[in-house]
């Protein structure tokens, strides 16, 4: 992408200086002649290369597609070409990771690419989900109720991890208070200690030896304790990245206490309005099940829900095949089978997506109320040893005077 000095005749046949952005001079006379535009000259003032190193921090969030895709339904519904509604939208406040996005969309729109296609081209952006979604509604000319629908998901599902992110803040905040005053107990205050008590001469109990020889072991061997800690994240990180490292991540969600249950509540409830929106497409079962099992993002759910296709394939029910799986409460399962049996699955699902919001929330809800008092049990653990490991020493020396 380059950003060009275009000298051109506009279209009350006057010579103008504009500039435009574009991937190569061959589209950019193509846009420029789609404006009325007669193309003079074209030079590049700019080579614009995406930057690497802040590839991180340019990430476009959610929380601005959204609001994007309801405008973009707005304009698609009022009949306004793809490509202008798309020039309308990247003028608007977005940041420039965003706005580039746009733009390359835009230009791909006009080169005649379809515009499932172009979203295709950012997945980090627009997942597969929701551009096989475009794709079926450019195909049957429902591309406004798509991005509609699209907006009513993600913002759900937004919601949703929002109140169980803000769930376990509290605990993870308490597992860092336990880690900080351990550490700053562990360097500061025995090392000082150690040395009173060796000077007095007093007896030192096996509680106040073994933290003494663990903060000893610690000051000793601090920096290759933090490297060794780094190194661990970093392999942690890459290997999470690979498709077994996701497996094993997602089978730890499945099967940790608590937070299985939150996965698994919201597996179920991003399940049944995918499901809706597929199936309200005009999608046939067994497609539903393919995009449903790459959209969830679930390497377990995936390996998991390749049962339940294959059994779709033969000819089985669709209630009976996902029960086999283990991976959904019994109430999907029995509005799934009375949806088969009533030929309407869309319609039972749709009556109970409230029920599986609130179990996400009574999820959450039900993890924290456990963990807190875990929590503080454990810093009250921590904060116990410590006094025993100070005052028993002080106890033995005033005995002894």
Known sequence: M??????????????????????????????????????LRLSVLEEKKPNVFFSVSSKVKMSEVIPFLRQFAVLVKASVPIAQALDI?????????????????????????????????????????????????????????????MADYYENDRKIKR??????????????????????????????????IRELGGDVPGITRALMNFSAFVRTHLIQIVLGIAAAVLVLFLFFRTRTGRYVKDWIKFHTPFLGK??????????????????????????????????LGNEVFGRRFEYTIEEVKRGRRLAPAMENTKLFPDML?????????????EEVLRSTCSYFDESVETAITRATTALEPMMIV?????VAVVVLSVLLPMISLMSSI
């Open 378 to 382: 454990l810093l009250g653990g921590v």
């Open 262 to 295: 939150i996965e698994r509540a919201l597996m179920t409830s991003r399940f049944s309005k995918a499901f809706i929106i597929l199936l309200e497409s005009g999608m046939n079962i067994t497609d539903c099940m393919e995009n449903l099992r790459r959209m």
């Open 89 to 149: 939208l990247r003028k608007q406040k977005h940041t420039k990771a965003f706005q580039k996005v746009l733009l390359e969309v835009s230009h791909d729109v006009r080169s005649g690419v379809s515009l499932s296609d172009s979203f295709g081209r950012h997945p980090k952006v627009f997942p597969e989900f929701f551009v096989n979604m475009v794709a079926i509604g450019e195909a049957a000319g429902s591309l406004d109720s798509v991005l509609e629908s």
């Open 333 to 345: 399962i029995a509005m799934i089978d009375v949806g088969e049996r009533s030929g309407n699955i």
């Open 2 to 39: 380059a950003l060009y000095r275009c000298k051109v005749i506009d279209p009350l046949g006057k010579n103008r200086v504009v500039q435009r952005e574009a991937g190569d001079e061959e589209s950019l006379r193509a846009e420029l002649k789609r404006d009325g535009f007669v193309p």
């Open 163 to 196: 109140k169980a992110k803000s769930a376990m803040t509290y605990p993870c905040i308490l597992l860092v208070l336990i880690v900080a005053v351990l550490a700053f107990i562990t360097l500061f205050i025995l090392p000082q200690f150690e040395g009173t």
